[in-house]
């Protein structure tokens, strides 16, 4: 089994619907990660938290929220999607206590907003 | 915010033959990984440096750390058809709070004809 898993893996909404992303995983880790890809941009970071009662806007934060309901649950929200929040969204983990911040990313979710 | 430059932006090889990428900033990172990602796939980590000038191989794939600690390189040798994909490289600019979180290059998109 896949050690970051993420649902759904394909989403086609609509413009102001609100959609959440799911990211799971069973490293252990306390680090875990949103990232959004866009072609050309590479990997943008949305939130991150550190542990459960730690959460933090990265990059590109507007227009999204997070919950972390548990060390190893992390979800993305989009309160009203609009359609140039169609991209590809990665969830990563990564361990406190292993040097460099080395992350391990989950397979994606593809992202529709017409 | 800080920036990774990535070259080449994509590259086209015949079967066989040996691959060379690299990152390079202004700033200095205590931290560089590779990664591979497929199509459709999250990025999967490759290698990982940790000190300046440290060199290490997984496979056909060399990474090195470059002694500045500015840059670093991936070469893979004698090339195959299952090495395409879009390779990115990510560096830690330091430890602790945000800016320990990773900085990522805008990938080199590898393709080989067989």
């Known amino acids: 089994d896949a050690d970051v898993t993420q649902t759904p893996r394909n989403r086609i909404t609509k413009t102001g619907k609100r959609i959440m992303l799911e990211c799971s995983q069973t490293k252990g880790h306390d680090r875990m990660y949103w990232y959004r890809q866009d072609p050309g941009l590479g990997l943008r970071l949305i939130y991150y938290?550190?542990?459960?009662?730690?959460?933090n806007k990265g990059e590109i934060s507007d227009g999204y929220s997070v919950s972390r309901q548990a060390q190893a649950k992390f979800s993305l929200s989009l309160e009203s999607a609009i359609p140039n929040q169609t991209a590809l969204y990665f969830c990563a983990t990564s361990d406190f206590l292993a040097p460099g911040d080395t992350q391990y990313f989950g397979p994606g979710t593809r992202l529709t907003v017409l | 915010g800080q920036q990774l430059n990535q070259s080449p932006q994509s590259m086209f090889i015949q079967e066989g033959e040996d691959v060379s990428m690299n990152c390079t900033s202004s700033?200095?990172?205590?931290?560089w990984l590779w990664y591979k990602q497929d199509p459709g796939e999250g990025p999967v980590l490759l290698i990982a440096?940790?000190?300046?000038?440290e060199l290490t191989s997984n496979g056909r794939l060399t990474a090195q750390f470059g002694i500045t600690r500015k840059d670093s390189f991936l070469n893979i040798s004698a090339s195959i058809p299952s090495d395409v994909g879009i390779y990115f490289c990510?560096?830690?600019?330091?430890?602790?709070?945000?800016?320990?979180?990773?900085?990522f290059g805008k990938g080199t998109k590898l393709s080989v004809k067989p």
């Open positions: 938290s550190f542990d459960v009662k730690d959460i």
């Open positions: 440096l940790y000190k300046a000038g």
């Open positions: 990510a560096g830690q600019l330091a430890y602790g709070g945000s800016q320990g979180n990773l900085i």
């Open positions: 700033s200095i990172f205590n931290t």
